[in-house]
Every structure is written in structure tokens, then in C-alpha cells.
């Protein structure tokens, strides 16, 4: 961890007594607390669409940013020039915008150091050359086409970044870390007469460029995407009404992500937007149903070994057996209510101020088996993959697109249709589920989350769960 702040240090001249000097300054107009903010970024991003490369480009950005805490008030400033005067001048500006009564001093800084390392990558995927990048989504798509015919279009994405960040805090906590991430994302589309149809998929994490080439493959995400487009040419209009719903394991875990997650958020709890404000204790879903945000998953796109405040991730229990147990800290809220954080303070880049976000959010395994799950239902739809959704945080209402899903007819999964929603509200949802499957699986490693503005990378799971009574919009 140390190497970080080595690494500004050597890079910038940034040395131990122009940090003091910076919180010294962000905290010259009164306020509570201050801290700053270090990124140095390098990334690589490709496109490809109709076997042509349509842009590779390879950058670095770096800045910092400084906040002040003085009450419910937050000062942010930030500067993409870490030479010291502008430093200075956004520690200044911060420290006028917060403007509090209250006037505290630094103490000394000291380096948390952490016992794990969540990515251990030797070789960070920028270090690759990039015609090695270019191969892979050349494979992919030359893959998607070979699945079948019917495969007209394709589009294949590559993307990675390496961020060396540091943390310094007015308490005197000092933080670094180094953050890989890769992944890559194919989107095809099946023609045949008059119909088309489309399939996506992708996946990746905080992991070296060699995990495309042992593990997941470009070939794996390629045929699975166009997999997806082939089957939904055979599709029937979707049912519509209420009806008992089956969630299958992996990315289905998104409804949970935003129908609840979101809503567990201590900023919207704090200030009492959220439909689940007040309900610590209470019992808020079935007592099959326990739900965990955790950011120390080795290698997953959603981990941190700290978060974009300094703060150790951990796993955090929301609900446990049906009852909500705590929300997703941030340092700010933690502060105002006087709760512990738990390391969900995140932030898109040296720009924009850390607010609570999720890392890694799934629900626990059951004990029932999937197959079990199907049999037990005569009518319903069976959804295993999802599009795009829209999530009321005040009330929690709900709707998603499946874009990939089944009818269950007596016990079996049947017909794939097409156009199908989910309707419902995120509170209702989970007291309705009645069966939980041991399956739990995680998402490929692609999902990402925005909230104000801001888009990070997350991880969302869900084993195979049966919700009893959930409405369906289609046009069957």
C-alpha cells in the first residue's frame, strides 16, 4: 500500500508536509474535518462494430480532490494540475464553500496499513500492448458470427484502467491503493425475415489481461451473446398480469441491486427519501431473504480494498432473515447519525464528491433446489437475464425489462417470449418470495451503477428464487 503514496510522491512532489499544509488550508475557514483525494489514472478503450475498429484510444487523467465537512455542509473543490498552487487554491475554495463555525487542526499522519490484497495483479492490464487487446475483440467477433447465420450484426467493446489513489484525511488517516479493471462486452443482433433480435453479454473484473485468455474467454462472451439473439427469434409475446415469477441465479441479482439496494443507501435513509427510512428492527422481506453488500470478494468488478474515503470495505448485512439490519455507510453519514461506517463510500473519479454506493450486493443461498423451484410452479415466467429498469427510490416501485425469458407451463419451463416487464415495488417484492435456491451465483463482471451523475462498477447475484405474486407487462 505504501508504493501509492511513494508513487505521488516520486510522480509529483507531493511530500508529507505540503499534505499538512493542504488540510491545513481546507480547513482554514472552520469546519470539522477535511480530506483529500489523489487519483492518477491510466485506461485503454476499444471499439468494434461490423469487423472494424472504430476507436482505440489509451489515456491518463490525474487530480484531486478536497473536501469539508462542517455540519450537514460539504465543501468540494477539485483540480485536475497537482502542482501545488492549485492544490492550494481548491484546498481554499472547499474550505470557503463549507465555511463552518467549527475550526479544528490536523494531527499526524499516519499510513493504515491493510493485512489483504482483494486483486494481486502482477501484470496490470494497461502494461499489455494493446494489439494483444485487439486480438481479443477481434475472437469475439469473429466468434458471435460463427454461432450462426442468423448473426448479422456485431459490436464487441474492450475497455481497462489502472487507478493509483491516495487518501488524507484531517484525523490523520492516510490510505492508498492500486485498482485494476477489465472487461469486455458483446452485443449481437439476429435477423430472420422481418424479425430481429438482439443479446448482450460481457464480464471481466480487477484481473490481469491473462483471464480472458484461461478463464473467460472472449469465445464465451461472444457465443453467449448471440445465443441470447438466436433464442429470442423463436419468442412469443409475453403473458401479462400477476403471476408467480422465478429470478434465475447471476445478473437477475440487478433487480435486487436497484429495487433495494438503492434504497438501503444512508443518504436517502438520512434524510428520509427512502422507502425503507425507519425501519431498522422491522421486519422487511421473507425470512428466506438475507441480502449483503460486500467489497471484499477477491477479484470481483465491485471490490475495494478500501473505499474512495480511505475506509476499509467489508461485508455488510442489510437484511438478515427477513429483517433490515443497517444501511450502506458513507463517512458523512456515519458522522451526522453517528453510525459505523462500513467502506461504501464511493465516488466516479478525483472529481465528485464520495456518497454511500454499493460494492458486491446479493441475496444468501436457500436450501431448495432450482429444479424444485420450477416444478412448483403451473403458470409463470422464468427471467434470467435483464435490460434496462427504472427504480423510484422514495417508494420503491419498479420496472424492469427481461430480455431474456421463459414461460413455466405445469412445472416446465417451455416457450421463450419476448417484451416481457416486471412491475412491482421493491418493499412488496421480497416478502413475497416463498423459495430460495442453493445456486447463488454472481454476475460475469460487468455491471455498473449510476447515482447524481456518478458511474462506478458494482456486482450484483441472486440465486434462483420464486416470487409469488409479481405483476408482468407483455403484450401476449
Not at 67 to 84: K, P
Not at 330 to 359: H, Q, V
Given at each position: 500500500?505504501?508504493?501509492?503514496?511513494?508513487?505521488?510522491?516520486?510522480?509529483?512532489?507531493?511530500?508529507?508536509?505540503?499534505?499538512?499544509?493542504?488540510?491545513?488550508?481546507?480547513?482554514?475557514?472552520?469546519?470539522?474535518?477535511?480530506?483529500?483525494?489523489?487519483?492518477?489514472?491510466?485506461?485503454?478503450?476499444?471499439?468494434?462494430?461490423?469487423?472494424?475498429?472504430?476507436?482505440?484510444?489509451?489515456?491518463?487523467?490525474?487530480?484531486?480532490?478536497?473536501?469539508?465537512?462542517?455540519?450537514?455542509?460539504?465543501?468540494?473543490?477539485?483540480?485536475?494540475?497537482?502542482?501545488?498552487?492549485?492544490?492550494?487554491?481548491?484546498?481554499?475554495?472547499?474550505?470557503?464553500?463549507?465555511?463552518?463555525?467549527?475550526?479544528?487542526?490536523?494531527?499526524?499522519?499516519?499510513?493504515?496499513?491493510?493485512?489483504?490484497?482483494?486483486?494481486?495483479?502482477?501484470?496490470?492490464?494497461?502494461?499489455?500492448?494493446?494489439?494483444?487487446?485487439?486480438?481479443?475483440?477481434?475472437?469475439?467477433?469473429?466468434?458471435?458470427?460463427?454461432?450462426?447465420?442468423?448473426?448479422?450484426?456485431?459490436?464487441?467493446?474492450?475497455?481497462?484502467?489502472?487507478?493509483?489513489?491516495?487518501?488524507?484525511?484531517?484525523?490523520?488517516?492516510?490510505?492508498?491503493?492500486?485498482?485494476?479493471?477489465?472487461?469486455?462486452?458483446?452485443?449481437?443482433?439476429?435477423?430472420?425475415?422481418?424479425?430481429?433480435?438482439?443479446?448482450?453479454?460481457?464480464?471481466?473484473?480487477?484481473?490481469?489481461?491473462?483471464?480472458?485468455?484461461?478463464?473467460?474467454?472472449?469465445?464465451?462472451?461472444?457465443?453467449?451473446?448471440?445465443?441470447?439473439?438466436?433464442?429470442?427469434?423463436?419468442?412469443?409475446?409475453?403473458?401479462?398480469?400477476?403471476?408467480?415469477?422465478?429470478?434465475?441465479?447471476?445478473?437477475?441479482?440487478?433487480?435486487?441491486?436497484?429495487?433495494?439496494?438503492?434504497?438501503?443507501?444512508?443518504?436517502?435513509?438520512?434524510?428520509?427519501?427512502?422507502?425503507?427510512?425507519?425501519?431498522?428492527?422491522?421486519?422487511?422481506?421473507?425470512?428466506?431473504?438475507?441480502v449483503v453488500d460486500d467489497g471484499t470478494l477477491p477479484s470481483r468488478r465491485g471490490s475495494l480494498n478500501v473505499d474512495d474515503e480511505g475506509t476499509p470495505t467489508s461485508q455488510t448485512v442489510l437484511i438478515e432473515k427477513g429483517v433490515l439490519r443497517g444501511y450502506l455507510q458513507d463517512k458523512l453519514s456515519g458522522r451526522l447519525t453517528g453510525a459505523s461506517l462500513t467502506g461504501?463510500?464511493?465516488?466516479?473519479?478525483?472529481?465528485?464528491?464520495?456518497?454511500?454506493?454499493?460494492?458486491?450486493?446479493?441475496?444468501?443461498?436457500?436450501?431448495?433446489?432450482?429444479?424444485?423451484?420450477?416444478?412448483?410452479?403451473?403458470?409463470?415466467?422464468?427471467?434470467?437475464?435483464?435490460?434496462?429498469?427504472?427504480?423510484?427510490?422514495?417508494?420503491?416501485?419498479?420496472?424492469?425489462?427481461?430480455?431474456?425469458?421463459?414461460?413455466?407451463?405445469?412445472?416446465?419451463?417451455?416457450r421463450p417470449v419476448r417484451n416481457a416487464t416486471l412491475i412491482g415495488s421493491g418493499p412488496e417484492v421480497l416478502k413475497h418470495v416463498s423459495m430460495v435456491g442453493h445456486d447463488l451465483a454472481l454476475d460475469e463482471g460487468i455491471g455498473t451503477c449510476g447515482k447524481n451523475g456518478q458511474t462506478i462498477p458494482v456486482g450484483v447475484g441472486i440465486p434462483t428464487i420464486k416470487i409469488?405474486?409479481?405483476?408482468?407487462?407483455?403484450?401476449?
Amino acid at each position: 500500500m505504501q508504493r501509492e503514496r511513494k508513487f505521488f510522491e516520486e510522480k509529483y512532489g507531493i511530500t508529507e508536509a505540503d499534505l499538512e499544509k493542504y488540510l491545513g488550508a481546507a480547513l482554514s475557514a472552520g469546519g470539522e474535518y477535511a480530506d483529500l483525494y489523489f487519483e492518477y489514472q491510466e485506461s485503454t478503450s476499444i471499439s468494434l462494430d461490423e469487423s472494424l475498429v472504430k476507436g482505440a484510444t489509451q489515456g491518463v487523467s490525474a487530480g484531486c480532490g478536497v473536501r469539508v465537512l462542517s455540519g450537514e455542509r460539504t465543501g468540494y473543490a477539485y483540480t485536475d494540475d497537482l502542482s501545488s498552487d492549485k492544490i492550494l487554491k481548491a484546498a481554499q475554495v472547499a474550505a470557503h464553500i463549507s465555511n463552518g463555525p467549527a475550526r479544528v487542526s490536523t494531527v499526524g499522519l499516519s499510513e493504515l496499513q491493510l493485512s489483504r490484497s482483494l486483486y494481486p495483479v502482477v501484470t496490470a492490464p494497461t502494461d499489455i500492448e494493446i494489439a494483444a487487446k485487439l486480438d481479443l475483440v477481434l475472437r469475439a467477433d469473429k466468434a458471435a458470427r460463427a454461432h450462426d447465420n442468423r448473426i448479422t450484426q456485431v459490436r464487441v467493446g474492450y475497455a481497462d484502467e489502472v487507478r493509483h489513489v491516495l487518501t488524507v484525511a484531517s484525523d490523520g488517516g492516510v490510505t492508498s491503493d492500486y485498482q485494476p479493471l477489465a472487461r469486455i462486452s458483446v452485443f449481437c443482433l439476429a435477423q430472420e425475415g422481418k424479425m430481429t433480435q438482439r443479446g448482450f453479454s460481457g464480464g471481466g473484473g480487477r484481473v490481469e489481461l491473462k483471464f480472458f485468455l484461461e478463464d473467460k474467454t472472449p469465445e464465451y462472451f461472444a457465443e453467449e451473446a448471440a445465443r441470447q439473439a438466436i433464442v429470442q427469434l423463436s419468442a412469443v409475446d409475453a403473458p401479462a398480469g400477476e403471476m408467480e415469477v422465478v429470478l434465475g441465479p447471476g445478473w437477475p441479482g440487478i433487480l435486487l441491486h436497484e429495487a433495494i439496494g438503492h434504497g438501503l443507501e444512508a443518504d436517502f435513509n438520512r434524510k428520509k427519501t427512502s422507502a425503507f427510512s425507519g425501519l431498522i428492527g422491522q421486519k422487511v422481506a421473507s425470512e428466506l431473504c438475507t441480502v449483503v453488500d460486500d467489497g471484499t470478494l477477491p477479484s470481483r468488478r465491485g471490490s475495494l480494498n478500501v473505499d474512495d474515503e480511505g475506509t476499509p470495505t467489508s461485508q455488510t448485512v442489510l437484511i438478515e432473515k427477513g429483517v433490515l439490519r443497517g444501511y450502506l455507510q458513507d463517512k458523512l453519514s456515519g458522522r451526522l447519525t453517528g453510525a459505523s461506517l462500513t467502506g461504501n463510500g464511493r465516488r466516479e473519479s478525483y472529481a465528485d464528491i464520495p456518497m454511500p454506493r454499493m460494492t458486491n450486493t446479493f441475496m444468501l443461498a436457500g436450501e431448495s433446489e432450482p429444479e424444485d423451484i420450477i416444478r412448483s410452479v403451473r403458470r409463470g415466467l422464468y427471467a434470467v437475464q435483464f435490460g434496462g429498469g427504472q427504480v423510484d427510490i422514495t417508494n420503491g416501485k419498479f420496472v424492469f425489462s427481461a430480455s431474456e425469458a421463459y414461460l413455466i407451463e405445469d412445472g416446465k419451463v417451455t416457450r421463450p417470449v419476448r417484451n416481457a416487464t416486471l412491475i412491482g415495488s421493491g418493499p412488496e417484492v421480497l416478502k413475497h418470495v416463498s423459495m430460495v435456491g442453493h445456486d447463488l451465483a454472481l454476475d460475469e463482471g460487468i455491471g455498473t451503477c449510476g447515482k447524481n451523475g456518478q458511474t462506478i462498477p458494482v456486482g450484483v447475484g441472486i440465486p434462483t428464487i420464486k416470487i409469488d405474486r409479481l405483476t408482468v407487462g407483455g403484450t401476449g
